[in-house]
């Protein structure tokens, strides 16, 4: 054998070795709390929603963005049909000033619960770049879903509130 030879099946070997000894599944991730001030002065967490015993919805939107005023029929729909204690949706509005993210909450008649002013470093924390951006998070604060958009927010809810 030659030396190349040699490179390669040493280099395949640490490849197979390298892949037996993954975890098939990633481990779960846990949501990254942030908080807000809301217009009224008061303090909200994430985490006084995520992590406590229900699904969690998080709509990260903006007033003024198009698609994401294209999701709320169906983020309403939803929640009518599933909000209770199992599963609820927070909005979490970014990249939006909160005044106009209030007038857009009072035009589209939204009636979950708003986080409103949310900090410019948690789009970057949660590795995304545009909206709409919507995750769900499990019971024990997992996430289970992220980027989910149309029919796939009710087929991703519908059969985690199945189990």
């Known amino acids: 054998m030659n030396i190349r030879t040699l490179i390669l099946a040493a280099a395949a070997l640490f490849l197979c070795a390298a ?4 975890d098939p599944k990633p481990a779960p991730e846990k949501f990254i709390d942030f908080e807000v001030v809301q217009p009224d002065g008061n303090t909200v967490k994430l985490s006084d ?14 007033s003024w963005c198009g698609p994401c005023r294209e ?9 009518y049909e599933f909000k209770g204690d199992r599963f609820d949706i927070i909005g979490a509005p970014v990249f939006d000033k909160p005044e106009k993210t209030q007038a857009a909450v009072t035009e589209l008649k939204i009636p979950w619960t708003q986080m409103l002013s949310v900090p ?18 499990g019971p024990d604060g997992t996430i289970l879903a992220r980027d989910l958009r149309g ?13």
């Open 19 to 22: 892949a037996f000894g993954q």
């Open 49 to 62: 929603f995520a992590g406590k015993g229900k699904y969690i919805l998080v709509d990260f939107w903006a």
């Open 71 to 79: 999701e709320i029929p169906r983020l309403k729909d939803l929640w």
């Open 120 to 137: 410019e470093s948690v789009p970057k924390a949660y590795g995304f770049d545009y909206i709409p951006y919507i995750i769900l998070i």
């Open 151 to 163: 029919p796939a927010i009710r087929e991703t809810v519908k059969k985690y509130l199945s189990l």
